[in-house]
């Protein structure tokens, strides 16, 4: 099976430009989240989406957007770059449920990222 | 908010000695735990978790974990490194998002492990 897949894996982009990240969770998996890694760091939450539905919102400006489309796949949304954004960006499918009682004890499933570069 | 830290920027061990990879959480309730490993330039692999029950946890490719509640520690382990092992771990905790009925893991700074001759 497939694991999470991301395109593009690298892209570099001005300052000021719009960009669109595109992630395909595990066939089967209704939950993706979106994280921020800059170099150094830990990853950072942007988002989750559950069943097309936005259910968590991390600490980023309205420059970021996302969606989830019916088959679950997802796209991050990035407006007016700036050089900060510069960063790997993660996407992770899970097979949690919402209101079941796994829901908090399962694994996140990462793609191998999309390298934005914001010159 | 839930959180980890992990004290150590990085961990050098000599291949065939044991490791050990240190992390630290703050939750309220129930600690939902997790071990990630990222090689250069590659997303985050799944290692192990910890959700209840044996406080010694085994995990993917010889990794165990010990949680202890009384030291609220989750460390990563293995009895023996080897050269492979070098990489980047984090520990994460799974974090519930009071809007909107979602969770999150939220990530410790990561640990360089460096696996030597």
């Known amino acids: 099976d497939a694991g999470v897949t991301q395109s593009p894996t690298h892209l570099i982009k001005t300052r000021g430009q719009h960009v669109t990240l595109r992630c395909s969770p595990i066939?089967?998996?209704?939950?993706v989240s979106w994280y921020q890694q800059v170099l150094g760091q830990g990853p950072q939450f942007i988002f989750q989406?559950?069943?097309?539905?936005?259910?968590g919102r991390g600490n980023f400006p309205d420059r970021f957007s996302a969606r989830q489309f019916p088959n679950y796949s997802s796209e991050l949304n990035v407006n007016a770059l700036l050089l900060g954004d510069s960063a790997l960006y993660l996407c992770?499918?899970?097979?949690?449920?919402?209101?079941?009682?796994?829901?908090?004890?399962?694994?996140?499933?990462f793609g191998q990222g999309t390298r934005l570069t914001v010159v | 908010a839930q959180s980890v830290a992990q004290p150590e920027d990085q961990v050098n061990v000599a291949e065939g000695n044991p490791l050990t990879v240190k992390c630290t959480y703050s939750?309220?309730?129930?600690?939902?735990l997790f071990w990630y490993v990222q090689y250069p330039n590659r997303g985050l692999q799944f290692l192990l978790k910890?959700?209840?029950?044996?406080?010694l946890v085994k995990g993917s490719y010889g990794f165990e974990a010990e949680f202890n509640k009384s030291q609220t520690s989750f460390h990563l382990k293995k009895p023996s490194a080897l050269v492979s092992d070098s990489a980047l771990y984090f520990c994460?905790?799974?974090?519930?998002?009071?809007?909107?009925?979602?969770?999150?893991?939220?990530f410790g700074t990561g640990t360089q492990l460096k696996v030597e001759l």
């Open positions: 910890y959700i209840t029950g044996d406080n």
């Open positions: 939750v309220s309730g129930n600690p939902y």
């Open positions: 066939s089967g998996h209704k939950s």
């Open positions: 989406y559950y069943e097309k539905e936005e259910r």
């Open positions: 992770a499918s899970s097979p949690q449920a919402v209101g079941r009682p796994d829901f908090m004890n399962t694994e996140a499933f």
């Open positions: 994460a905790v799974r974090d519930p998002i009071l809007t909107g009925g979602g969770n999150k893991l939220t």
